[in-house]
C-alpha cells in the first residue's frame, strides 16, 4: 500500500473515532439533560396543581382543573391511599390504559418505552404526593409522551450523522491534500533514485523551496553525496586516462626498439645494443611508473596512518646520507635542536621529504640545503635548491596530477609529474602544509609545516 493512501487512511480512520466517541457523549448529555428539564417541569406542573386545588371545589371544578393542566399525548391522575383512581383525565386512552395507577407518599418519577398505536414511544410518569387535607390525601400522577424529546433526539442524530460523514470526507481530502505535500520530495526523490539507476550516471534532487525540513535536509544529504561520487567517479576516470597516457609513450619506444631489433636481428651490435638499452630504461620506468600510480591510487582512498613519534632530526640524517651516497650530490643539513619531534606517520613522511629532495636534485646541479626548525606550533623542514626554477605562474599547477613544467625535459629526468601531487595529499593526511617559493633560474624553496608532538612544546 502506497504511504499516502496509508497516512489518509489512518488519519481519516483516527478522525472518525474521535468524531464518534465526542457524539455519543454528546448524545448522551442531550438525552440527559433534555430528559431532567422535562422531568423538573412535569414536577413543576404536579406542584401547581396541588396548589391549585382548594378543599372547597367540587369534583367537576377538580377535573377541569386537571384537564387545563393536559398537555398532548398526556393523562393526569388523583390516586387514594389504597390505589383507587380518584379522579382521571387523559388525551390519550391507549396510555392510560397501559401505565396502572401508584400511590406514593414522596415524589418519584419513572421513564418507559411503551408501544401506543403501533408505535414505540418514551413515556415520562411523575408522581407526587398530596399533602394531608381534609378532601385529598392521595398521590397526583402525571404521565405523559415525550414526543418533543422523540423529534429533537432525531433531529440531533441526524445532525450528528451529517456532519461526521462530512468530516470523513473532508478529513479523506486534506489528508490526500496533506500527504500529498509530505510525499512529493519523497516522489521526488525516488524518480531520481530510479533514474540513477536505470542509467548508471549520478544526478541531483532537484529542491523547489528552501524549507529547511527532515526531507530537504534528507535531499541535500543525498545531494551532498551525489557530489561526492561524482567528484570521485571523475577523479577516477580522469586517473584512468592519464595513467594509460602516460603509459602510452614509453610503451611506444619500447615497440618500436623491439620492431627495430626484429628487422635487423642482432647484427648491428651497437644498434642491438641502443635498442635494449631503451627498452631497459623505458621498462624500467613503468615499472617505477606503475608503483608511483600504486601509491597515488592507495592515497585517493581515506588510508589509515600509522601515527608515532618521529625525530625529524635522525630521519633526516639517515635520508640524506643514503641519497648522497647513490647520487653523489653535495647536501647540508642545517639544524638548531635535536631531538626535533613530531607525531607523523614515519614512512609517509619520508617519502614526501624523498620526493622534495629528488625533485632538488633533479632540477638543479649546485649544492642543496635542508633546514629543520620550529615555532609554536609545527616543526618546519625546508629544502632550498639554487637550479633553474619555476615560472611563478606554473607554482599553482604543479601539485596537479601528472603536471610538469616542461614536459621534454621531465622526460629526459624520467618524472611522470606525480611526485608533488602524492607529497601534498600526504601532508594534508598529517593535517599539515607545504609551500612553495621559487624563482626561475635562482632556485626553489619548498617547505613542510607539521604538527609537532606535544613533547616538543
Ligand atoms: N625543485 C624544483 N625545481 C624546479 N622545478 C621543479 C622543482 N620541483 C618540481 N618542479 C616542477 O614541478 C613539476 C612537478 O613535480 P613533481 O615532483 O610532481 O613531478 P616530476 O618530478 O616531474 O615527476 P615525479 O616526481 O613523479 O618523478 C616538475 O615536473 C617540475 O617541472
Ligand atoms: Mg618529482
Redesign the pocket.
Known amino acids: 500500500m502506497r504511504i499516502t493512501l496509508k497516512i489518509n487512511l489512518l488519519t481519516t480512520a483516527w478522525m472518525l473515532f474521535i468524531l464518534i466517541l465526542i457524539n455519543i457523549v454528546v448524545f448522551i448529555l442531550f438525552m440527559r439533560t433534555t430528559v431532567n428539564m422535562e422531568k423538573d417541569m412535569a414536577f413543576q406542573k404536579a406542584g401547581d396543581i396541588i396548589k391549585n386545588i382548594r378543599t372547597n371545589d367540587t369534583p367537576d371544578q377538580i377535573k377541569s382543573e386537571l384537564k387545563d393542566n393536559l398537555t398532548e399525548d398526556s393523562y393526569i391522575r388523583i390516586l387514594q391511599p389504597d390505589g383507587r383512581i380518584l379522579y382521571e383525565v387523559t388525551n390519550e386512552k391507549e396510555l392510560v390504559k397501559k401505565v396502572k395507577g401508584k400511590f406514593v407518599k414522596t415524589q418519584e418519577s419513572e421513564r418507559k418505552l411503551l408501544v401506543i398505536e403501533g408505535e414505540e414511544k418514551q413515556v415520562l410518569i411523575v408522581r407526587v404526593p398530596i399533602p394531608n387535607g381534609p378532601l385529598l390525601n392521595g398521590s397526583l400522577e402525571i404521565g405523559e409522551e415525550l414526543t418533543g424529546l422523540e423529534s429533537r433526539k432525531d433531529i440531533l442524530l441526524w445532525i450528528l450523522g451529517v456532519s461526521t460523514v462530512l468530516a470523513a470526507i473532508l478529513s479523506l481530502l486534506s489528508g490526500r491534500w496533506l500527504s500529498n505535500i509530505i510525499m512529493r520530495p519523497i516522489s521526488n526523490m525516488i524518480n531520481t533514485m530510479e533514474d540513477i539507476e536505470r542509467s548508471g550516471v549520478p544526478k541531483k534532487i532537484s529542491l523547489h523551496n528552501d524549507s529547511k525540513d527532515e526531507l530537504q535536509t534528507l535531499a541535500n544529504t543525498f545531494n551532498r553525496m551525489i557530489d561526492r561520487l561524482e567528484d570521485n567517479f571523475e577523479k577516477q576516470s580522469q586517473f584512468v586516462s592519464d595513467a594509460s597516457h602516460e603509459l602510452k609513450t614509453p610503451l611506444t619506444v619500447i615497440k618500436s626498439y623491439a620492431n627495430l631489433l626484429r628487422r635487423h636481428g642482432l647484427e648491428d651490435k651497437e644498434m642491438a645494443d641502443e635498442a635494449l638499452q631503451a627498452i631497459h630504461s623505458e621498462a624500467t620506468r613503468i615499472q617505477k611508473m606503475t608503483e608511483?600510480f600504486l601509491d597515488v591510487a592507495s592515497l585517493e582512498k581515506e588510508v589509515e596512518l600509522d601515527m608515532d613519534v618521529v625525530n625529524l632530526v635522525t630521519l633526516c640524517q639517515a635520508i640524506l646520507k643514503q641519497l648522497k651516497e647513490v647520487y653523489k650530490r653535495e647536501i647540508t643539513l642545517h639544524y638548531e635542536q635535536s631531538p626535533l619531534l613530531i607525531m607523523a606517520d614515519e614512512l609517509k613522511i619520508k617519502q614526501v621529504i624523498i620526493?622534495l629532495l629528488?625533485?632538488?636534485m633533479?632540477?638543479?646541479n649546485e649544492k642543496i640545503d635542508v633546514f629543520l626548525e620550529k615555532n609554536d606550533m609545527n616543526a618546519i623542514f625546508r629544502v632550498k635548491?639554487y637550479?633553474?626554477?619555476?615560472p611563478g605562474d606554473e607554482i599553482e599547477n604543479?601539485f596537479e596530477r601528472f603536471?610538469?613544467?616542461?614536459k621534454a625535459r621531465?622526460r629526459e629526468?624520467?618524472?611522470?609529474?606525480?611526485?608533488?601531487?602524492i607529497a601534498k595529499r600526504i601532508m594534508k593526511l598529517h593535517k599539515g602544509e607545504i609551500k612553495i617559493k621559487?624563482k626561475e633560474g635562482e632556485g626553489?624553496e619548498?617547505e613542510l609545516l607539521l604538527p609537532a608532538s606535544l613533547e616538543i612544546v
Open positions: 608511483t620526493i629528488d625533485n632538488a633533479k632540477y638543479s635548491d637550479g633553474i626554477g619555476i604543479i603536471y610538469r613544467v616542461d621531465s629526468t624520467g618524472g611522470s609529474g606525480l611526485g608533488l601531487h621559487s626553489t619548498v
